[in-house]
């Protein structure tokens, strides 16, 4: 296994994989990244502000020694989910049956300069900014930065996000067209700020405020302040195209968010100025070629933001090949590359469907009497049958089970669920005795860590 790599992007993934490269395996490795180094940098890109992390991402950073108390100073733990009804009520929804069941918000820009930092004090990382990777002739041995071609010395990972070059070039060698899933929604980012130097709202709660076709979302950050994100249709009614004027942001907030317009104070200025952002997925058909490159996080398995498991499933992707390096210490790069895959692309894609689906959850269900029940039901099975039954959100946010397997368990759930309301089952009457023969029926022996 050749030591020196190269790493496309030093977004999130490209600098924690460098790190366990670096410290578990003896590598060096260049970082190529598009854009400054975001040290220098406090400018909003329009990507989001703050991002959920939980168990897969926290595994990976302590498997890299990144995860310290330092680290977690700049996490703020989220135990469930705060409804805002349009008639301006609220209620909690945990997002799990234990105490450590929560999932914890912490910014996008802080996280990154941290993973930089971390990589570089490795002395086995070295970082080039401004270094926008045009293309790659890979049979040429050649790759373009900033119009300029280098030759190609290293194996390749392409941490360079769902417009990746690494993954594009992949495609294009083995003819297979990368598969783009556009939900035909978009995302605007708002602020509450913090008044007279406190939260407005509950600072340990996901906030949200589901409207069946849209949804808007805030996070709490640092600094007293949450970060909202409305997420709704481009076009038509109901829309960020139908939204032109002042007038109409007011009548519309008015109409769907009324309690929200006392909080955000500068509401006229952060929709019109701050950008619209995309909602896409991506399905790499293949992640990696022969020994000379790997995508890798976003690039190969780019999800929608409604489980918050994009910066989680990439740093567990991180994990997982540093293992398979690991349990395989003679191998080449290539075989690397291919359990790799082999391991991980139906996760990656199953987080795709999972997210897919979190946001008809998110934004409709929450609000339905039928999945309250669900839930509470859920948590019932799982008390009384731990290592049967585990939540769906269970199982993808708080355990390493794998997502496809965590996917292919939760519809099953959810058919036993539905048999036992159908039959009758409530939380008020639910019988352990009644719901056994229905786990038994369904469900295998599930060992896992929570």
Known sequence: MKKQLTVIGSGLTGPLISSILATKHNCNIEIYERSEDSRNNNGFSGRSINLALSNRGINALKYAGIYNNHFKSMLIPMHGRTIHTIDGDEKFQPYGNKKEHYINSVSRSEINKMLIKFAEKTRKVKFHFNMKCDSIDLPNNKIYFNGIHQKITTPIIGADGYRSVISKHISELKNEPLNYVDIAHSYKELTIGPKNNEYQMEPNSLHIWPRRDMMMIALPNMDRSFTCTLFMKKNGSNSFESIKTKGDLHLFFEKYFPDSLSLISNIEND??????????????????????????????????????QGMNASFEDCFILSQIITKNPNLGWKEIFEQFCLARKKDGDAILDLSLDNYRVMRSDVLDEIYIKKQNLSFMLNK?????????????????????IAEQRGKIQDEILQKMIDSGVTPNNYSKEKASDLISKYLSKIEYNN
């Open 271 to 308: 929709f019109f100025k701050n950008p619209t952002g995309k909602l896409m997925g991506l399905r790499c058909p293949s992640w990696n070629y022969e020994d000379k490159m790997l995508s890798i996080g976003d690039a190969a398995h780019a999800t929608v933001p409604f489980y918050g």
């Open 384 to 404: 009384d049958f731990p290592n049967y039954f585990i939540p769906l959100y269970t199982m993808v946010s708080f355990t390493m089970i794998p997502y496809s």
